[in-house]
């Protein structure tokens, strides 16, 4: 481990200690001690307690992401290669987005009922943005020699966009699909705040209703948990799957 | 006619004033062409609209006695930066040019081999562009562009970023090459030294016009020597003079 690394984990450490001092004195139900916390954890976790909430929530995010990132990638590589497409719809992008799409979530339950479909549409519609927005940036803005270099060369549109333009932009394409990523869990756990019986964020509102703080932070860690493993997914994604294209560029 | 011609020609950027002002140029089949000027005296417009990535306002431009409409296949360009695609090894942006078409057969991949040896890089083909120096770079810029043997190469300052010692060594591995190929070139600069030893001519440019074409009578074989020879010198001085007379 480096040294960073064990001051992280130090910085940790200090905080826990500090959260169960200052708990120490005050009520449980406004401010439950670490140890409270993770023993409610634990007893969710190995009961099986959690174990549906989860599983929704992921299958929620996963599809959401899945549609939400797909549809931005199509629209912004779309949006990029025809400028009139680009001038055409921008304006009802930036509108759709300019809408608080959170207050949008009661329309969604009203328009797709409890289930998880109303979340899936939620987490894509917040997902959709970040991808659509950098990926049109990064096909919009790909070094003019080398587009310069593949017309010389006699490419395609086509082999220009798939062997040039996607390959040069995958660095902020992928930083778009990060941003999405870490949205995509406030889409879904939002969306379970307003309507459903199942999920994490289901879960939080039913501790909240029964007045069991240390609960609402056993999820609250989950949730952040399960953040930080789909940024690590999005990681291994990009070491797996596209080590050919980030390989040079990395080192 | 000329090999390349470029006849009466004009081109301005939206917007702006005229960049390239009727430029009447000829070049022969196998000659080294250098074009020299200040910075911002439309060098490099004009070397785009002799490769045809750029279309004359006024005037035409003819290859080969056909006139020039878009890039030919049979033409190399080499950019200011090397403009290597970071994604891919140095082989296989030696083979960029190939593959986008088809799959590179055994020849021109021992074609491609032969290149990175006579550029000295071989050592480096598995390698990203990454991990090279601004003069590998540069060598894997020029080796690409001569992949399928072009009879023309425009080279636009390629050498501009690597230091005096490489330079001269990258100028002596591109004559090699284009006359083993008996390629012909057009080669953008600002150094008067570098114009005379690679030349059979050197044009310079100012307010978007050729305003001089020098003929530079060397030996085919260039060496180390030959750049403290007394023509060599006296011709630099001459080409310099010639500067103080004209504006950008």
Known sequence: MKKVEYYSMLLLLLMLIGWE???????????????????????????????????????????????????????????????FLRKLLFPYVIASQAVPKLALAPLFILWFGFGMTSKVVITAL?????????????????????????????ATRLQTLIHLKIPAGLP????????????????????????????????????????DTPLMFAVLILLTLMGMLLY???NLIEGLFLKTYMKGRNK | MGFLTLDHIYYSYPGQGSTVKDVTWQIEEGEFHCLLGKSGCGKTTLLKLAAGLLKPDKGKVYWQEVEVSK???????????PTLLEWKT???????????????????????????????IISQKDKYPTELSGGQQSRVAIAR?????????????????????????????????????????IFITHDITEAVYLSDHVAIMSGGQIVHDYKVNLPQERGFKMRYDTYFNELCLKIRQSFSGVSS
């Open chain 1, 21 to 83: 001092l200052i708990a120490g004195p005050m009520s449980e139900l406004v401010l439950p001690a670490p140890a409270a916390v993770f023993i409610e954890l634990w007893n969710g976790l190995s009961s099986g307690y959690f174990l549906p909430h989860i599983l929704r929530t992921i299958t929620e995010i996963v599809l959401g992401l899945s549609i939400g990132c797909t549809m931005g990638f199509i629209l912004g590589v779309l949006m990029g290669e025809i400028d």
């Open chain 2, 145 to 185: 562009s001569l992949i399928q043997r072009p009879s023309m190469l425009f080279l636009d300052e390629p050498f501009a970023a690597v230091d005096a010692i490489t330079r001269e060594e990258l100028q002596d591995d591109l004559l090699k090459l284009c006359q083993l190929q008996k390629t012909t070139v």
């Open chain 2, 90 to 120: 140095v082989f296989d942006n030696i083979l960029l040019p190939i593959s986008l078409k088809r799959k590179p057969n055994s020849r021109e991949l021992d074609y491609g081999e032969t290149l990175l040896e006579l550029m000295g």
């Open chain 2, 71 to 81: 890039p030919s296949s049979q033409v190399g360009y080499v950019f200011q930066s």
């Open chain 1, 172 to 211: 902020a394409i992928l930083a778009g699909f990060r941003v999405s990523v870490v949205l995509a869990v406030v889409g879904a756990v939002v969306g379970e705040f307003i309507g459903g019986s199942e999920g994490l964020g289901a879960l939080i509102i039913a501790s909240q209703g029964m007045m």
């Open chain 1, 126 to 154: 917040i997902c959709f943005f970040p991808l659509l927005e950098n990926t049109l940036t990064a096909i919009q803005y790909t070094d003019p020699n080398k587009k310069d270099l593949f017309y010389i060369l006699g």
């Open chain 1, 232 to 234: 690590l997914g999005v």
